[in-house]
């Protein structure tokens, strides 16, 4: 059993000016698990670590929302196993290779085409970035 933790969600937009009461406006609350989590059986947490994916607004220490049941088609960001390490890149697939792909030009693409030890191990659905 999943215990939720729910927190109010606001109905109206923030404003970037003066502070106004906001009670008035609450929509609901929100559980942040059911706003991220769509499959929860399938899903799993893991911390970037890195700026390879700055590019996909993935940043070092950012929580990455993993989803196991969504097909890694291509131009999806991944969670990729490349001989035994856990790697968050583009993934290119086309005309019979697959290439992992970082999101920051001072990196190179990964080629896997042939590499018995890669495995896609789930989708990125979200990212969690605390300012």
Same mark, same amino acid.
Request: proline content about 9%.
């Given at each position: 059993?999943?215990?939720?933790?729910?927190?109010? *969600?606001?109905? @109206? %937009?923030? /404003?970037?000016? +003066?502070?106004?009461?906001?009670? &008035?406006?609450?929509?609901?609350?929100?559980?942040?698990?059911?706003? *991220?989590?769509? @499959? %929860?059986? /399938?899903?799993? +947490?893991?911390?970037?670590?890195? &700026?390879?994916?700055?590019?996909?607004?993935?940043?070092?220490?950012?929580?990455?929302?993993?989803?196991?049941?969504?097909?890694?088609?291509?131009?999806?960001?991944?969670?990729?196993?490349?001989?035994?390490?856990?790697?968050?890149?583009?993934?290119?697939?086309?005309?019979?290779?697959?290439?992992?792909?970082?999101?920051?030009?001072?990196?190179?693409?990964?080629?896997?085409?042939?590499?018995?030890?890669?495995?896609?191990?789930?989708?990125?659905?979200?990212?969690?970035?605390?300012?």
């Amino acid at each position: 059993m999943v215990q939720r933790n729910c927190r109010p *969600l606001f109905l @109206n %937009p923030v /404003a970037a000016g +003066f502070p106004s009461p906001a009670d &008035d406006y609450i929509e609901r609350r929100l559980d942040l698990n059911e706003y *991220l989590v769509r @499959n %929860p059986p /399938a899903t799993f +947490f893991v911390r970037a670590q890195g &700026d390879s994916m700055l590019g996909a607004g993935i940043h070092d220490g950012d929580i990455l929302v993993v989803d196991r049941s969504i097909p890694p088609v291509h131009n999806r960001v991944v969670i990729a196993a490349v001989h035994g390490e856990l790697t968050v890149k583009r993934l290119w697939m086309r005309d019979g290779m697959t290439v992992l792909r970082p999101e920051n030009p001072a990196y190179p693409p990964l080629d896997m085409t042939g590499v018995e030890q890669f495995e896609v191990w789930g989708v990125v659905t979200s990212v969690i970035h605390s300012l």
